[in-house]
């Protein structure tokens, strides 16, 4: 298989190698300003980035506003439908040009001295330009694009460097799974909800990429709300964490370029995804109502595709799709991360199966997901407070000899609670951060 790194020059230069050790990383990686300032210009500069869902700019001159990688982003829609991109920065003094979050506009006026742009970015006027003198041109002060940009299934992506693979070849057998996540059901569109659930852990990016593969917590980190789904419900939801994981037909598997794959599907799609969840407010009203529309059988099968995907997709660095939402880590600082979970809806299905798949939606965020911050904020004091203690250990079934080629697909499985995610990433990372970037960089006049 052809992988992306492929595409990287050769591992010349070598600065991290004393931060990793067979079945270990060093803390540095996770707590040293230096190193995350570092991935913000060779990893996150130099690999395509999960930017916004097409559903977010549904209509011509819609806009959105992001930071992706660090990077201010506007992100919008040009009347004949095309799809633009481009950092947020005036070309004049540098200031933030647009400081909304979304919109709808037939262009952008910065604030500081009014220089004007359009929906794609090109500068349309420049007050009193006289000034500027005969020389002057609109067109070299227009916003400043991205390298590249390209949309996989409404997913959209950027990259900072021109120099990458086309996005079908990064996403590699990634690209199949977001089929699989978009195809359930009756296929209906995916619409990424306007408006999500931002909030700051005090935890470096890569602590929150760490467990987004990691299919060991989940009935010890998460063992109050499961207790919570036996005790009212009985054997529903993710109960399934409660047997032993390793026997289970559940898997980790690694898709290449550092991205990776959970799949519970064989233990939460097992007889019936609808009849495996748990009660939620207007359960049976809303069943009752699909039933009686639309017939037992037709309405069962809506319900199925309406519940969790049972799929942890992670497509490195910065899209992590979860059940039926999607979810944006953006780094701040060594120990400061954004992290956003977008919930998502279906164009055209009844109004009931989108208000299920949003009470369903609900659950993690609010329920779960403080359990994985406080391990997040807890993981990274730890790191970070004892210098005694330098290494982090992703050695699961490291040395179990219990992994495999999937004959499907020939691509590498090891049990669910395996670090495989851990050891994926991380020789991604290296790749990326390891090689001649900063001459590459240099020569770009970027660093
Ligand atoms: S900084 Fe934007 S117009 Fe001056
Ligand atoms: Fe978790």
Redesign the pocket.
């Known amino acids: 298989m052809t992988t992306y790194s492929d595409h990287l020059p050769s591992l010349d230069h070598q600065p991290y190698q004393h931060l990793f050790k067979p079945g270990f990383v060093h803390r540095r990686l996770y707590i040293d300003e230096d190193i995350f300032q570092q991935e913000l210009l060779y990893l996150y500069g130099r690999t395509w980035l999960y930017i916004a869902h097409e559903s977010e700019i549904a209509n011509p001159n819609d806009f959105i506003t992001r930071r992706v990688g660090g990077r201010p982003l506007i992100i919008s829609r040009h009347a004949t439908g095309s799809i633009h991109a481009f950092f947020n920065r005036?070309?004049?003094?540098?200031?933030i040009?647009c400081r909304e979050p979304r919109g709808n506009t037939k262009g952008f006026i910065?604030?500081?001295?009014?220089?004007t742009f359009n929906i794609t970015g090109e500068c349309t006027s420049?007050p009193r330009r006289q000034g500027y003198g005969k020389s002057f041109n609109l067109a070299q002060a227009s916003l400043q694009p991205v390298a590249r940009l390209e949309s996989y299934r409404g997913f959209i992506f950027a990259s900072y460097s021109k120099d990458v693979p086309s996005l079908t070849e990064h996403l590699g057998a990634a690209a199949r799974l977001i089929d699989q996540w978009l195809d359930r059901g009756e296929k209906e569109p995916v619409v990424v909800q306007n408006g999500a659930m931002p909030f700051l852990v005090n935890a470096n990016w890569k602590t929150i990429y760490d467990n987004a593969g990691d299919g060991y917590h989940p009935p010890f980190s998460h063992e109050s709300m499961l207790k919570v789904f036996s005790n009212r419900y009985g054997d529903v939801d993710m109960n399934y964490y409660g047997s032993d994981f390793d026997k289970s037909p559940m898997y980790s598997k690694n898709l290449g370029n550092g991205h990776t794959f959970l799949d519970q599907r064989p233990e939460m799609h097992k007889l019936s995804a609808w009849k495996r969840q748990h009660v939620m407010p207007g359960y049976e009203v809303m069943e009752n109502a699909l039933i009686e529309k639309y017939g037992e059988a037709r309405a069962l099968s809506m319900l199925n595709a309406s519940t969790g995907s049972g799929m942890n997709l992670n497509i490195f660095p910065n899209l992590l799709i979860i059940g039926n939402q999607i979810q944006m880590p953006e780094p701040l600082a060594a120990n400061k991360t954004q992290l956003t979970w977008f919930a998502t809806s279906r164009e055209g299905v009844p109004e009931e199966i989108n208000a299920i798949r949003m009470r369903m939606q609900e659950d993690f965020p609010s329920f779960g997901e403080v359990d994985d911050s406080a391990n997040f904020e807890a993981c990274q004091e730890g790191m970070a407070s004892i210098p005694e203690m330098a290494w982090i250990d992703i050695r699961r079934h490291q040395d179990t000899k219990v992994g495999a080629l999937d004959p499907a697909d020939q691509l590498w499985r090891e049990p669910m609670s395996s670090d495989l995610h851990m050891r994926t990433y991380w020789q991604r990372w290296q790749a990326l951060m390891n090689t001649g970037a900063t001459r590459t960089l240099v020569e770009a006049g970027v660093a």
């Not at 005036?90 to 200031?95: D, E």
């Open positions: 005036c070309t004049h003094r540098g200031a040009v910065c604030g500081y001295h009014a220089w420049v």
